[in-house]
């Protein structure tokens, strides 16, 4: 059984900006994803472009140079890709973690192909927008924030379930591009999960 410091679990750009941060400390680790390198990336839409500009989604001081404005998906996996070899990140892919136990200070990973120990894990698997059961995604009317990044056309008005980072992202987005906007948070304050100061300097109206 292979032992590491850390298993991250995961080969986003979070999972990546990990294992070059335990490279830089000599920390022995391994990452693992259950698909292709920046898994989910792979999967969103040919087409998609980032809101974000390059600059912004560097990790590693490996420079994004983009051909316009805001980069493509197409540019995001060539360039994670290089920065995954210009790292020489310890990367095994298409290797699912099925089962994590925990015995003392010590954790045992299991996967589809072998065994491992690690000392501590980082869970980087990122999330998926989730539905609400009252109000079936159609991916026309009713969207989530997969579709809201590739839209053909601009709406006139938007109603945005959720004031959480992303909610608040998009909605900022919209509203800048002229569409008007209405977001619903059953929490008392917007942001409230992400941070309680911030959340009481606004309040829901």
Known sequence: MKNYNIIIIGAGPIGLACGIEAEKRNISYLIHEKGCLVNSLFHYPTNMVYFST???????????VSHGDKPTRRESLE????????????????????????SGNEFKVITNKEI???????????ARPRSVSAIPV????????TEAMILEKLPEELIIIGAGAIGVEFAYFYS???TKVT???????I???LSQ???????AQ
């Open 138 to 145: 159609d991916k026309k009317n009713i969207i989530t924030s």
């Open 54 to 64: 390059s600059d912004r989604l560097e990790i590693g001081d490996v420079p994004f």
């Open 197 to 203: 100061s911030l959340a009481l300097l606004m309040p």
């Open 116 to 126: 491992y120990s690690a000392d501590k894990i980082i869970i980087a698997t990122g």
């Open 176 to 178: 800048v591009l002229g």
């Open 191 to 193: 942001l409230q999960r």
């Open 183 to 189: 977001i619903i948070e059953m929490m008392k304050n």
């Open 79 to 102: 360039y994670y890709r290089r920065v995954a070899d210009s790292w020489k990140l310890k990367i095994n892919t298409y290797e699912k973690v099925e089962v994590i136990e925990q």
